[in-house]
């Protein structure tokens, strides 16, 4: 039955209205589009263009039809026809497909690598991609949501001289600070206090951010310098009782002494001298034997 026109004329047609024929799963939908040429004499020729549009749970194919979409864990195998509706696959191992879909290939399932601090949280499935998480002494820089990580990276080390303010988590690196004045810190995990040396030890090395005073002993050193002012006297009383010294002048006393010390190092220079130069010729005649 020929449409009846509307009262405005040809530019008055609805451009909503749309007719739609289908068969099984396969449909065709035409909403009807109206376009005008006009020509010099006033008549005007109208063309009806059909265009696709298809339905939510629906993909459109590449020959312009409209088929059913293919459910979680499955896709298109063969588009839908006239008689059929469309054919669906499930996906294979180590695929998978997370959405109803037209598609005719599954998405790989994500692999977790541990040589980058990743680790295979929960299994990939057909409808689930892999779910990755970091290792111990990683944090995810690479977050997917709130259970999966993409990227992962190696916890910060703090240096000598720093301290641990913040460990790190499997969501956030490392917090270091420097330590304060009178601490120090070789392996930048904690920050000690400088030692303080007793009143029988005396300060041979300064402290710094990396290392701690260095005290020792100061009894060696008394012990000597008494040793020695023991054994002077000892030796000035001696000579006295004797009538070395007669006059009991202190300086002579002081200059035989220095006098016999001296003596005595000459002699130990000689007696190594003499030493070293046995070893050599020693050496040398035994190089001079060899064939």
Known sequence: M???????????????????????????VYPRIL????????????????VLS???????????????????????QRDCTAFSGTQCRSCEMGTFMNQPNGLYNCFPCTACDTGHGLFV???????????????????????????GCSLA????????????????????DTVCEDCQPGFFSKDGVNCTGWKTCSESQI???EGNSTSDVVCRS????????????????????????TGFVKDGSLYAVADELEHTSAAAHEADLQHKKKGE???????????????
């Open 2 to 28: 020929p449409e009846t026109p509307h009262p405005g004329g040809a530019q008055g047609a609805s451009l909503s209205d749309a007719r739609t024929t289908s068969a099984g799963s396969f449909r065709f």
């Open 35 to 50: 376009i005008f040429l006009c020509f010099p004499v006033g008549y005007a020729a109208v063309f009806m263009v059909p």
């Open 54 to 76: 298809c339905q939510p749970k629906e993909y459109k194919t590449n020959g312009g039809q409209c088929c059913p979409t293919c459910n979680k864990g499955r896709v298109v």
């Open 121 to 147: 949280k929960q299994n990939c499935t057909a409808t689930t991609d892999t779910v990755c998480d970091v290792l111990n002494g990683y944090y995810c820089k690479g977050l997917i949501d709130s259970n």
């Open 153 to 172: 990276e190696k916890h910060s080390q703090c240096e000598a001289g720093q301290r641990i303010k913040e460990p790190g988590t499997s969501r956030s």
């Open 203 to 205: 300060k041979v090395e």
């Open 218 to 241: 100061a009894s060696r050193h008394r012990y000597f310098f008494i040793s020695s002012v023991v054994l002077f006297l000892i030796i000035v009383i001696c000579l006295v009782t």
């Open 277 to 291: 130069k046995q070893l050599f010729d020693r050496g040398r005649a035994t190089r001079g034997q060899r064939p």
